[in-house]
């Protein structure tokens, strides 16, 4: 099946600071999400982003599909935006019946004031 | 978007005992999921909620002890049977917009019910 790999695993920022956050997949994918899960489990939907690139506000992300990498962008880090990042992908099965929705092993952030 | 809750949030339970978790989505909904997160791993998908028919499951998961049901596009149940400490996770229910499975569409998480198994 796919596989998915995020980096970098860990990061600490100073509030205010920018940073890029990565998601490389192993295959063609049809679907791409990015979550943000908070200290309290729940996961939040930043970007559907299968190709392209989207902003909201602080965030922003890009997919580049033909070379199966994805980025998230976050500028003026704030210490709401500590949690864990995580991509992830969908695409066919082999045998094109039913979907792979693979998760990456995630992106951990804190935001220090 | 699609907002979705789960019941319970949170239990601790006994081992050999039962739970069951409800997922209910405030709109109909093409596909419903569950996945499973462990302590401090990524989101693994269980299983693939089927209206009308039986789960579609991941390698490793068997509905011998996760069966799952659908009755309708807005509502589904996980149930983890028999448990063991080693089911003490975070278990989240997912739903999927669009008009066909073959489409794959945005993907939206209920809050997720954390499980603590003695």
């Known amino acids: 099946g796919i596989q998915v790999e995020q980096s970098p695993p860990d990061l600490i920022l100073q509030e205010g600071a920018n940073s890029t956050l990565r998601c490389n997949f192993s295959?063609?994918?049809?679907?791409l999400q990015w979550f943000h899960q908070n200290p309290w489990g729940q996961l939040i939907n930043l970007f559907y982003?299968?190709?392209g690139t989207k902003q909201n506000g602080r965030l922003s992300a890009t997919t580049v599909a033909t070379e199966r990498y994805s980025l998230l962008y976050i500028s003026s880090s704030q210490t709401t935006d500590s949690g864990v990042y995580f991509c992830?992908?969908?695409?066919?099965?082999?045998?094109?019946?039913?979907?792979?929705?693979?998760f990456g092993p995630g992106t951990r952030l804190s935001v220090l004031p | 978007s699609a907002v979705i809750s789960q019941k319970p949030s949170r239990d601790i339970c006994q081992r050999g005992t039962s739970l069951t978790i409800q997922c209910q989505v405030d709109s109909q909904v093409t596909m419903m999921f569950w996945y499973r997160q462990q302590p401090g791993q990524s989101l693994t998908l269980i299983a693939t909620?089927?209206?009308?028919?039986?789960?579609?499951?991941e390698s490793g998961f068997v509905i011998d002890k996760f069966p799952i049901s659908r009755p309708n596009l807005t509502f589904s149940t996980l149930t983890v049977s028999n448990m063991s400490p080693e089911d003490s996770s975070i278990y989240l229910c997912?739903?999927?917009?669009?008009?066909?499975?073959?489409?794959?569409?945005?993907?939206?998480f209920g809050p997720g019910t954390r499980l603590t198994v003695l």
């Open positions: 982003i299968p190709s």
């Open positions: 992830a992908v969908t695409n066919l099965r082999r045998d094109n019946y039913g979907q792979n929705f693979v």
């Open positions: 997912s739903g999927q917009l669009g008009t066909s499975v073959r489409f794959y569409n945005e993907q939206f």
């Open positions: 909620a089927n209206q009308g028919s039986e789960a579609t499951y």
């Open positions: 295959d063609s994918v049809n679907n």
